[in-house]
């Protein structure tokens, strides 16, 4: 039976993982140990100049890990992929990997917030700096803030939190003609509603804390890369630079691209950022992210089902000021929607009411059955009021930029009765305006 054939649905629970070399279990193994025996010296060699991918220590690599990477790469059809230890190291790795020393990133506003804080408080420290632009869709925009130094185009596919939609394929070309890859965040999308890689994108990012795992037990992320960009463009002599650590056996010096030919942007995050920053996934963890993969299809469906029925109620409700979601009506993101999203737009969105301060910190002091915290993607329904609290390090400039106006409430649909969500937003609105 050729891989090639396999369904969505089953890679997402069989991909990656040969129970024969496992003991034959039937559960993917956690392979609880720091390190792995080296053999004999020629191994050990083998071992630390990466010219063998066998394990060595968890923080580089581990068997209960590897099958979790493999699976997602398997979903998203990435040649090289790497697990880390949460998304915020999955976006600082990625865009550290390609800045390189003191090269720069066109970005935006309308991303999640840690990542808008960490290009204020990380990156400089760098040397590396980002520019952002308001509208990433918006290519005369960023054509414009391109310059000799960029060397990476950064984005989330659906963001987080008003779910606006990125135009993948025209941004990944103009990226390309300048010989500089487009990176995009599919956290909120993931591979089950979106391949960004289909449109030309040349890396993903995942928090898999969120909607890969979905059950809000977990933090982790994954970088993954196409295989198609090219690295030896000319722009990017960290991918090209013969390396003393990745000396072969003859003690010649060899390259990230000697070494790593199909997978260098992640053979370079696990050498580099993962080897030394040290942010790597537990077995554990990676388990647990396993388990819930083997029900993403199910669960990403019932949440946009969900999600579409609490807008239509959203929408009903006269007290509700604006809903932003690409199937809230009039939503300009609709097209992009319909053309990259047809199974869904994702189950994040965001609205606002009529009302002062007071009265939404009554609202949400009413609600009852949504969780009021910091996640989203989990099987629980999440409310939040994000510009005080997730994306409560923005600047004014920043929030406006970003589309943020204080009294913007975010919902992360779960798997609950639909019946029971709207109920409950019902009876929060009424201990205001009833
Ligand atoms: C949560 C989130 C992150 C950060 O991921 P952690 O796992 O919390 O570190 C990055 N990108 C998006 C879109 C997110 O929602």
Same mark, same amino acid.
């Given at each position: ?45 083998? %071992? ?5 991918? #066998? ?13 979790? /990477? ?5 979903? #998203? ?60 869709? *918006? ?12 060397? =990476? $185009?950064?984005? /989330? ?79 990017? +002599? ?19 691209? *000697?070494?790593?030919?199909?997978? +260098? ?13 040290? =942010? ?45 979601? +690409?199937?809230?009506?009039?939503? =300009? ?53 994000? +510009? ?22 975010? %919902?992360? $649909? ?6 029971? %969500? ?13």
């Amino acid at each position: 039976m050729s891989k090639e054939k396999l369904g969505f649905d089953t890679v997402k629970v069989r991909g990656g993982y040969n129970a024969a070399e496992h003991n034959n279990a039937v559960s993917v193994p956690i392979y609880q140990t720091a390190a792995f025996e080296l053999g004999n010296t020629q191994r050990a060699a083998r %071992l630390f100049s990466f010219s063998d991918s #066998d394990p060595i220590y968890t923080r580089l690599s581990n068997p209960t890990v590897t099958v979790l /990477e493999n699976r997602v790469a398997e979903l #998203d059809g990435a040649t090289g992929v790497v697990a880390l230890g949460s998304g915020m190291a999955a976006v600082s790795y990625a865009l550290l990997n390609a800045a390189g020393k003191g090269g720069r990133i066109i970005s935006t506003t309308r991303l999640y917030g840690g990542a808008v804080d960490s290009f204020d408080k990380i990156f400089p420290n760098f040397g590396i700096d980002v520019d952002l632009v308001k509208d990433t869709n *918006d290519l005369y925009e960023v054509e414009k803030t391109i310059k000799p130094d960029t060397k =990476a $185009i950064y984005v /989330e596919t659906i963001s987080n939190p008003n779910s606006t939609v990125t135009d993948i394929e025209p941004l990944a070309k103009l990226a390309h003609s300048y010989k500089i890859p487009l990176i995009v965040d599919n956290t909120l999308a993931t591979p089950y509603l979106l391949n960004p890689f289909k449109y030309g994108a040349d890396v993903i990012v995942y928090s898999s804390t969120k909607m890969l795992n979905g059950h809000g037990n977990v933090i982790a992320g994954l970088v993954l890369e196409s295989g198609t960009f090219d690295w030896a463009n000319g722009n990017f +002599p960290q991918f090209t630079k013969p390396e003393y650590f990745l000396r072969d056996e003859n003690e010649i010096s060899r390259s990230i691209l *000697d070494v790593f030919p199909k997978n +260098p942007f992640t053979g370079r995050i696990r050498s580099i950022y993962l080897n030394y920053l040290g =942010a790597a996934l537990s077995p554990f963890d990676a388990y647990l992210v396993l388990l819930g993969l083997e029900t993403l299809s199910e669960r990403i469906s019932k949440q946009v089902a969900n999600t579409e029925k609490i807008i239509r109620y959203l929408e009903s409700n006269p007290n509700v000021l604006w809903v932003k979601h +690409p199937h809230a009506k009039g939503n =300009a993101y609709k097209e992009l929607a319909e053309k990259y999203l047809p199974k869904g737009a994702g189950s994040v969105l965001t609205f606002g009411f009529k009302g002062t301060q007071e009265q939404y910190d009554k609202f949400l002091n009413s609600i009852k059955l949504f969780s009021y915290h910091a996640n989203i993607g989990d099987a629980r329904s999440i409310i939040i009021n994000s +510009p005080t609290t997730t994306h409560g390090e923005l600047n004014d400039k920043q929030r406006n930029l970003a589309d943020l106006p204080l009294e913007t409430i975010r %919902l992360s $649909i779960g798997l609950e009765d639909a019946d029971d %969500l709207i109920a409950d937003l019902e009876q929060a609105f009424n201990t205001n305006f009833n």
